[in-house]
């Protein structure tokens, strides 16, 4: 009878002092949760600006030799919304992200800069580097076929800058740098691998302000 009432208390003792644990254990599980929820961009599953810089930065600590940094922009996205509506829109940004995410797998870093802007950090080998853009441009001009069956044309033009081309592993001189490449092949159905004058384009906040020997430029309709 003492020995079980022992056994008893020691049983109590443990169920008590297990119960702040299991709390803390579930607290700290929908922290975690909502932290990776404020990583990511609802609507795409992409990286948020701040979660993809700092994954971005890694890779090409990481991939010195073979990384590639990826920008694209839906063209005439504003188009879609004023013809479609904006909850198309929303379903045109979702399917961009599931492409984006399916090209670049799960170890590189993609990320929504905002609006209808993305951006990439992924090891990409020489050899393979133009087949797998071309790849990502016709995922990308692949019709979105909707809920109602009905289908949306899209597009988006795409720029890449690999530190090699450019002579830096800094992410902003590199994003900047394809950013401009991007620029170059606007509208024109391929990706443009950017050069060391791509990299001199002065730019605002990311986005141009001139090329280099012209007038200043900037994003088309």
């Given at each position: 009878?003492?020995?079980?009432?022992?056994?008893?208390?020691?049983?109590?003792l443990l169920t008590t002092a297990a119960i702040p644990l299991?709390?803390?254990?579930v607290h700290a599980t929908a922290l975690h949760r909502r932290?990776?929820?404020?990583?990511?961009?609802?609507?795409?599953?992409?990286?948020?600006?701040?979660?993809?810089?700092?994954?971005?930065?890694?890779?090409?600590?990481?991939?010195?030799?073979?990384?590639?940094?990826?920008?694209?922009?839906?063209?005439?996205?504003?188009?879609?919304?004023?013809?479609?509506?904006?909850?198309?829109?929303?379903?045109?940004?979702?399917?961009?992200?599931?492409?984006?995410?399916?090209?670049?797998?799960?170890?590189?870093?993609?990320?929504?800069?905002?609006?209808?802007?993305?951006?990439?950090?992924?090891?990409?080998?020489?050899?393979?580097?133009?087949?797998?853009?071309?790849?990502?441009?016709?995922?990308?001009?692949?019709?979105?076929?909707?809920?109602?069956?009905?289908?949306?044309?899209?597009?988006?033009?795409?720029?890449?800058?690999?530190?090699?081309?450019?002579?830096?592993?800094?992410?902003?001189v590199l994003q900047r740098a394809a950013d401009a490449a991007?620029?170059?092949?606007?509208?024109?159905?391929?990706?443009?691998?950017?050069?060391?004058?791509?990299?001199?384009?002065?730019?605002?906040?990311?986005?141009?302000?001139?090329?280099?020997?012209?007038?200043?430029?900037?994003?088309?309709?």
């Amino acid at each position: 009878m003492q020995l079980r009432t022992r056994i008893g208390n020691r049983a109590l003792l443990l169920t008590t002092a297990a119960i702040p644990l299991t709390g803390w254990a579930v607290h700290a599980t929908a922290l975690h949760r909502r932290l990776a929820a404020s990583r990511v961009d609802p609507l795409t599953g992409l990286l948020r600006r701040d979660a993809y810089t700092h994954r971005a930065r890694r890779l090409l600590a990481r991939h010195s030799d073979d990384a590639v940094v990826v920008m694209v922009d839906a063209d005439r996205f504003k188009a879609i919304n004023d013809r479609f509506g904006h909850a198309v829109g929303d379903t045109v940004l979702a399917a961009f992200g599931a492409r984006l995410t399916a090209w670049a797998g799960p170890t590189a870093a993609a990320g929504r800069l905002g609006g209808d802007e993305f951006a990439l950090v992924l090891g990409l080998p020489t050899e393979r580097r133009v087949q797998r853009l071309e790849q990502l441009m016709r995922m990308l001009h692949t019709p979105v076929v909707l809920d109602d069956g009905r289908t949306v044309d899209v597009a988006a033009s795409v720029g890449a800058a690999t530190p090699a081309a450019i002579g830096s592993h800094d992410l902003t001189v590199l994003q900047r740098a394809a950013d401009a490449a991007l620029y170059t092949g606007q509208h024109t159905g391929r990706a443009v691998l950017a050069t060391r004058e791509h990299a001199s384009v002065p730019s605002f906040n990311g986005r141009r302000l001139g090329r280099p020997g012209t007038a200043a430029w900037g994003r088309a309709a």
